[in-house]
């Protein structure tokens, strides 16, 4: 197997592949570590984690609110990447949960942005996942989010957000633009303190960045938001602002069982500032 992985793919040296290899970091997909000296095997799927020398360490960790035979549902907290990306590897929730539960074929039915912190779910094996993609890809799971953002009197509420959500010329953010709308939020205040209220805000569909740039357009952009209306990120290391956006519940009938399930993230956002 080292000889076929140095071969392969030989942008890795070979001592680094054996280094990978014996540090358990290569697996194949019946999730058993992968020797250098074991023999070849064709057609056989591995799996491998890329080393990164600078990968920050996030101090904050997830919690597993459920588990079964096919779903994990995680309560992800502020600034830790769901997938690998970047500068991140290990310290996702992703690779995090698939070596603490021990689930290879671990995998995301859903993202929420790295800013973003609650609750995740994860499908457990690769033939029962499709079922449970289709509650996304049909819109048929109802997902509530908790945002802290300025109060405007004359905004009303409730409301309903349509509009046509495009990636902008910086590749990292979204804006609204004219068109035939892709993308629906539904909005309502749930308290008000000030100059600050929270905010139920609910999902039709899912593009990338929706409920940040819908409320920005209102001239409500969420506390602590590194892209909106500016960009304004904080520096490496500095976890002092985290946005004031929690993904906090989902609901759905499972497609398994017909059971009517509701999962909650006990995290909370504080409205004073």
């Known amino acids: 197997m080292l000889d076929f992985l140095a071969h392969r793919l030989p942008a890795v040296t070979r001592s680094e592949w054996l280094d990978r290899m014996l540090a358990g970091d290569v697996v194949d997909e019946r999730g058993e570590a992968v020797a250098p000296e074991r023999a070849f ?68 039915l859903h993202r929420i942005d790295r800013d973003t912190a609650g609750l995740v779910l994860l499908s457990v094996q690769p033939h029962t996942r499709g079922p449970y993609q289709a509650l996304f890809r049909d819109r048929h799971i109802t997902k509530h989010y908790d945002a802290i953002a300025p109060w405007r009197a004359d905004v009303a509420f409730p409301r309903d957000h349509i509009s046509r959500l495009e990636e902008s010329a910086q590749f990292f953010r979204m804006h609204e633009v004219p068109g035939e709308p892709n993308s629906h939020t539904h909005m309502q205040v749930l308290e008000v303190e000030g100059d600050w209220a929270r905010y139920r805000l609910s999902p039709v569909t899912g593009k990338r960045h929706q409920l940040r740039v819908h409320m920005a357009a209102l001239g409500l952009p969420l ?40 999962f909650e993230s006990p995290q909370r956002l504080s409205i004073e500032n």
């Open 223 to 262: 506390r602590n938001d590194p892209f909106y209306p500016v960009v304004n990120d904080a520096a490496e290391g500095d976890y002092s602002r985290p946005l004031q956006l929690l993904a906090r519940s989902l609901a759905f009938v499972d497609p398994l069982t017909n059971e009517q399930r509701m």
């Open 41 to 108: 095997e064709g057609s056989l799927r591995l799996f491998y984690y890329r080393t990164l020398p600078t990968e920050p360490v996030l101090p904050f960790a997830e919690t597993v609110l459920y588990q079964d035979d096919h779903l994990v549902v995680a309560d992800k907290p502020h600034f830790m990447p769901v997938t690998p990306s970047g500068r991140y590897l290990h310290n996702t929730l992703l690779v995090r949960l698939k070596r603490q539960l021990g689930l290879p074929d671990l995998s995301p």
